[in-house]
């Protein structure tokens, strides 16, 4: 047989039998991150939804707009220092496949800046963490973030802002008491914090029944709301955009990378988001497909909101955020 043949023959028994599929990258967690004139860029629920749960629970397909989406971040690659996902990297932990999407979706950034994920529930082997924990995270995350473990938060310095990442799946009362310590540590040294993790605190999602994780409530918002110093808290799971401002601390959620989104309720008074929402064809409000762009200066960080409505012909600026340093 000769070698080119080999080699077709292979690559069809792999795809029938289920060859592991090789990472596109293996991320290292970086000591210290550059952000001089560069922006870190934020984006959530990078999943695709199985097409038979799109079509038993009639959940929208978002392929398209997602490699949109996508192609507007790579084209600010120039311009950034890191980026950010706060969970669901894929739909399916087990899956090669997703894990093949992922990579297509972020190697070309992994390959030029540091990429720094925070653990959502698709991103476990049980995706329904919360019931039924095996203490181990996918081999696709192990591949590709080594440093990363279950229930284990960790932080990065990016210039005067510490980044600090939860996992909100798992062990969060012991992270929470970590946090404390990390905010009181680094208030003297640091002009902000930034903490990210999957599940928000606070949500007026429709689908969701309008509330936040309750673990995230208990453990991690009492440490927010006594922080020394300006402190912004990102997370995910609730596919779409919300900007919510409780006892002066701001809790931003960006999850529209690419999972279904659910309603929203039209000009809710606890949103602060000020951009435009989006109507399925069953005239149900949604938000926008969308990631953040954040930057330092010496008064504020800035914070903006890029992306666009199905049927928009440009990704655009939908909102801006500036918090007071």
């Known amino acids: 047989m000769n070698r080119h043949l080999f080699t077709l023959t292979f690559a069809t028994l792999c795809s029938i039998a289920g060859c592991a599929q090789v990472p596109a990258f293996r991320a290292a967690l970086p000591s210290q991150i550059d952000t001089r004139d560069k922006a870190i860029a934020i984006i959530g629920d990078l999943q695709q939804t199985s097409a038979f749960v799109r079509a038993v629970r009639r959940r929208e397909d978002n392929a398209q707009p997602q490699q949109r989406l996508l192609a507007d971040l790579h084209s600010t690659a120039d311009d950034l220092a890191a980026l950010v996902i706060v969970g669901d990297l894929v739909f399916t932990a087990r899956s090669k496949k997703d894990w093949a999407h992922f990579d297509d979706l972020i190697s070309p950034l992994a390959e030029r800046i540091p990429v720094l994920p925070a653990m959502g529930n698709h991103d476990y082997p049980c995706f329904l963490v919360q019931w039924c924990r095996s203490g181990k995270l996918s081999r696709g995350v192990a591949e590709r973030f080594p440093w990363i473990a279950p229930g284990q938060a ?3 310095s990016a210039g005067r802002i510490r980044l600090l990442f939860l ?17 009181a540590a680094v208030a003297g040294d640091f002009a902000a914090a930034l903490v990210f993790y999957h599940r928000p605190a606070f949500s007026n999602s ?69 951009g435009p929402d989006c109507v399925s064809e069953d005239g149900e409000v949604l938000r926008p497909f969308n990631y953040l762009l954040l930057r330092m200066t010496a008064q504020a960080l800035r914070i903006e909101v890029r992306g666009f409505c199905r049927g928009d012909p440009t990704v655009r600026l939908l909102d801006s955020i500036e918090v007071e340093l």
């Open 167 to 183: 996992d909100s799946e798992s062990g969060l009362e012991s992270q929470g008491a970590w946090l404390r310590e990390q905010l």
């Open 206 to 274: 429709i689908d969701k029944g309008a509330h936040g994780d309750e673990d995230v409530q208990r453990f991690i918002v009492p440490v927010l709301n006594t922080a020394a110093l300006p402190t912004v808290a990102f997370a995910g799971h609730i596919h779409g955009y919300e900007h919510i401002i409780r006892d002066g601390v701001h809790h931003i959620t960006t999850a529209g990378g690419g999972g279904p989104r659910g309603p929203m309720p039209a000009g809710s008074r606890q949103d602060a988001y000020a």
């Open 154 to 156: 960790f932080s990065v």
